[in-house]
Antibody, heavy 120, light 109 residues
Framework: EVQLVESGGGLVQPGGSLRLSCAASGFTFSNYWMHWVRQGPGKGLVWVSRINRDGTRTTYADSVKGRFTISRDNAKNTLYLQLNSLRVEDTAVYYCARDFGTTDNWFDSWGQGTLVTVSS | SYELTQPPSVSVSPGQTARITCSGD??????AYWYQQKPGQAPVLVIY???ERPSGIPERFSGSSSGTIVTLTISGVQAEDEADYYCQSADTSGTYPVVFGGGTKLTVL
């Protein structure tokens, strides 16, 4: 069974940092692109970032470019998202998702999410 | 930026057919995907590549595409189908590899 389990969320002050983790199991992690998607309170889904199978290619939404860094450790079957220079508007549940696409990106499995709250 | 537009809400009575649309300029060239999200839960894929249904998704869920509009159809709506539904696609340039629509709240009356 495919499982994705996020952790690392919490309360942080504006300007602070957090590192989110997503532990994957039940599939060959290194065979899949992976993504982070977030959802603000009462808001819709917003794509954040993606990383290719070996971690050499990354892409970011304009809203987080230069502040967030996606990475992965295939030996540990874990996806990461480093969040720096956090803003109040970054408050959201952050989901990791497995990309099942070949020529395009779409998500067949999602974690349960981890809540990041940015507030003073 | 590239946008996918969905109606904020759709309401139907049990047993009726619900249709949720999603419009975007790139949809004639890019596939669309649909996710169902219930309160407090992660999204679940219900339709991929415009009209394909993943295993385990009830047959009452179907998808179609016509030009710049894709449609999620739920036939014989049940109370358990009440949820938010999001379409997802991409722009043709590759600048925006993943874009979600704003979401549609399906209410079963």
């Amino acid at each position: 069974e495919v499982q994705l389990v996020e952790s690392g969320g919490g309360l942080v002050q504006p300007g602070g940092s957090l590192r989110l983790s997503c532990a994957a199991s039940g599939f060959t992690f290194s065979n899949y692109w992976m993504h982070w998607v977030r959802q603000g309170p009462g808001k819709g889904l917003v794509w954040v970032s993606r990383i290719n199978r070996d971690g050499t290619r990354t892409t970011y939404a304009d809203s987080v470019k230069g502040r967030f860094t996606i990475s992965r450790d295939n030996a540990k079957n874990t996806l990461y998202l480093q969040l720096n220079s956090l803003r109040v508007e970054d408050t959201a549940v952050y989901y990791c998702a497995r990309d099942f696409g070949t020529t395009d990106n779409w998500f067949d499995s999602w974690g349960q999410g981890t809540l990041v709250t940015v507030s003073s | 930026s590239y946008e996918l537009t969905q109606p904020p809400s759709v309401s139907v009575s049990p047993g009726q057919t619900a249709r949720i649309t999603c419009s975007g300029d790139a949809l004639p060239k890019e596939h669309a995907y649909w996710y169902q999200q219930k309160p407090g839960q992660a999204p679940v894929l219900v339709i991929y590549k415009d009209s394909e249904r993943p295993s385990g998704i009830p047959e009452r869920f179907s998808g179609s595409s016509s030009g710049t509009i894709v449609t999620l159809t739920i036939s014989g709506v049940q109370a358990e189908d009440e949820a938010d539904y999001y379409c997802q696609s991409a722009d043709t340039s590759g600048t925006y590899p993943v874009v979600f629509g704003g979401g549609t709240k399906l209410t079963v009356l």
